[in-house]
């Protein structure tokens, strides 16, 4: 009995010192994460202009009427579901491509890997300012594009044709993030089992065999992880449209909803608004995290 309270009586120590331990995450959190989200579905119900000294007035549920049913909202919309699905299918399968060349690799790994991942270490800002000077009429783009089509001296008007600046925002993004997502498909390869792949290797099955009957199914977890990952990376881009639309670039097609956020708040000054276009979005957000939990542990139950 007395082992037991001793025991009982240690377990709460730990417990105590494992919160003082967790606090200041917890803390950090409340201050930077949870209060700003909660302070903007509380503002969402009011009237509250950026620069104004008088009390923002309560109107309800006006801010997300008037959101809804603007055209400006959904056009943001329609730029932001393009981009994402310009983004997801190219980065989803090509890192998963490279992550199956990179563990089939006996030399090089290394090397190849920090190359691919090296984009990645670079701010969104800086990534934009480079592809910047590339897409230039005079930058490398235009260069190689001529040179691959054999028709020199074209303008392929990246950053002026409605189009080509959707098509280089995406080329912007998956450059910058194919190999933090490579990278992850690799981690989760190299937690399968080598055992599988021996055996399969002595019941005579190829790589490719190999890679859709094994890799994939045993893959799941990360699969999900890394598609959910994608889609939201996809919804919070700012950067890279900023950057282009200060530079000439026209607005309309890579207004997406952050920006358009940027741009309510900031320029039209209207806070209310630019936090029921934030709620929104957090709500997809949670959503999509929400399901990649769920099929998370799905997939780890049927393993």
Known sequence: MQRKKTAIGLETKLARWGWVFVAPGLLFFALFSFYPIANAIWTSFFNKKLLSLAA????????????????????????????TIGVFIPMFVM?????????????????????????????????????????????????????????????????????MVQISTMLVYIWKYLGYFTILFVTGIGKIPESVNEAAIIDGAGSIKRFFYITLPLLRPTIVLVAVMILIQCMKTFSTQYLFTQNGAPLGP????????????????????????????FLLMLGLTWVQLRLSRKSEDNL
């Not at 009427?65 to 579901?81: E, G, K, M, Q």
């Not at 997406?256 to 276009?277: C, F, P, W």
């Open 56 to 83: 923002p007035k309560f109107i309800g549920l006006a801010n997300y009427i008037r959101v809804l049913t603007s055209d400006d909202f959904w056009n943001s919309a329609r730029a932001t579901i393009t981009f």
């Open 95 to 163: 890192s998963l491509l490279f992550a199956a060349i990179i563990t089939s690799m006996k030399k090089g790994k290394r090397i190849f890997q920090a190359a691919l991942y090296s984009p990645a270490v670079l701010s969104s800002v800086v990534a934009a300012l480079i592809w910047l000077l590339m897409l230039d009429p005079r930058g490398l783009a235009n260069q190689f594009m001529n040179w691959l089509s054999m028709k020199p001296g074209t303008d392929w008007k990246w950053l002026a044709d409605a189009k």
């Open 254 to 281: 890579i207004n997406v909803i952050t920006l358009n956020i940027y741009n309510t708040a900031m320029r039209d000054l209207n806070i209310g608004r630019a936090s029921v276009m934030s709620t929104l979005l």
